[in-house]
Each structure stands twice: as structure tokens, then as C-alpha cells.
T-cell receptor, first 110, second 113 residues
């Protein structure tokens, strides 16, 4: 257990539905990252927060994706109008020299 | 796009043998890190090597870094069945990119008793 928690651990949804994931970081870590990992691949960077400010977004983060980190604490990642290609493991990480990863949320879009 | 490429993609060895995995990357880096991921579980940080370091040890792990060749290797000595996992190298370019990690596709290691 790295101290980073993610909820839910699994999410199955139908295409076109909206989903929201939550990440609770290690409290003293200012930087928070979201990654996406598909089967057989390494994680790919999606977006990054320094406290409450979203400082960088990958080109992978389409308009259907939005992330927030109100008050610089927990973070949410929302996917609107889900597509089957969104099926993946969504990982959150927080940083203190090294990045500590949460267990991930596995999304399956039917 | 993935920054790193691990080699080999898959490796099968017997307990007690050493396992060597290689990683190549494309652009200048600040740090290089190795992570382990057990099937269906989160990533566990193994070791970090800075761009000005050439070798680092942690327990049964030995990591080397050659910035002139843009490559790194991870050696696991005296492997155990519990070492069975996927191993990823990840690089970051420093503060300009917020220390976001670029991962390779990983090496799948199987250690048989």
C-alpha cells in the first residue's frame, strides 16, 4: 500500500455514459498525476496538477476528459460520453521525489 | 507516445538465476526510474537513478545508466518466484514537464521454481 487510494477499483459502464474516478493522494504531496494504461502497454501520461492548478495536459486527454483537484487535495477524473476505446486502467500518482502510484481504476466500456 | 523501449519483451528464467532487462529512451532525461507491476495491480517503485549517476544498487537490484547511449539496464540477482512481474523503465525530463513520467512497454519476467 503506497498511501494513494483510488475509487472505484473497477467500473463497468455502457458506451455513452459518463464516469468519474477519484484519487486521494498522500496528503503532503503537492504534485498529482493521472496516467492511463492499456493491456500490454506501459502507463501513458494524461495530466498533472501542482496543488490545485492543472499545469499540463497530454494530447491523449480529449475534450471528453476533464480533471479537477479542488483545494489541492483529492482529484477527480471524469470521462463524458464514454467510448469502447476508453477501456483501460486509470492510474493516479503523487510525488515526493519518486512517484507513488495508487492501485488504479479499471474501466470497461461495453 | 512511449518514450522508452524495454528489451526483451518477455523473459523466462529459473529461480536463482539472474535477470537482466534493458531500456532505451529517445530524449534527454532528468531521472530514470524502474517500476514493477504484478498482474492487475499497481506500480511499485524499485529504484531511481539520476542523469549524473552511472550505477546504483538496492538489495538484489543493480541499475546502470549510460546517457551517451540513452540506455539503462536492470539486473535482478538470485531471482525468486516472487519476482515474477512486469518491469517498466520510466524517464522524466525535469521540471519543464512537471516531472511526468514516460514509460516503456515493459518486460514481462517469469521466474519458475
Amino acid at each position: 500500500d503506497t498511501g494513494v487510494s483510488q475509487n472505484p477499483r473497477h467500473k463497468i459502464t455502457k458506451r455513452g455514459q459518463n464516469v468519474t474516478f477519484r484519487c486521494d493522494p498522500i496528503s503532503e504531496h503537492n504534485r498529482l498525476y493521472w496516467y492511463r494504461q492499456t493491456l500490454g502497454q506501459g502507463p501513458e501520461f494524461l495530466t498533472y496538477f501542482q496543488n490545485e492548478a492543472q499545469l499540463e495536459k497530454s494530447r491523449l486527454l480529449s475534450d471528453r476528459f476533464s480533471a479537477e483537484r479542488p483545494k489541492g487535495s483529492f482529484s477527480t477524473l471524469e470521462i463524458q460520453r464514454t467510448e469502447q476505446g476508453d477501456s483501460a486502467m486509470y492510474l493516479c500518482a503523487t510525488e515526493d521525489n519518486e512517484q507513488f502510484f495508487g492501485p488504479g481504476t479499471r474501466l470497461t466500456v461495453l | 507516445s512511449q518514450q522508452g523501449e524495454e528489451d526483451p519483451q518477455a523473459l523466462s528464467i529459473q529461480e536463482g538465476e539472474n535477470a537482466t532487462m534493458n531500456c532505451s529512451y529517445k530524449t534527454s532525461i532528468n531521472n530514470l526510474q524502474w517500476y514493477r507491476q504484478n498482474s492487475g495491480r499497481g506500480l511499485v517503485h524499485l529504484i531511481l537513478i539520476r542523469s549524473n549517476e552511472r550505477e546504483k544498487h538496492s538489495g538484489r537490484l543493480r541499475v546502470t545508466l549510460d546517457t551517451s547511449k540513452k540506455s539503462s539496464s536492470l539486473l535482478i540477482t538470485a531471482s525468486r518466484a516472487a519476482d515474477t512481474a512486469s518491469y517498466f523503465c520510466a524517464t522524466d525530463a525535469g521540471s519543464n514537464s512537471g516531472y511526468a513520467l514516460n514509460f516503456g512497454k515493459g518486460t514481462s519476467l517469469l521466474v519458475t521454481p
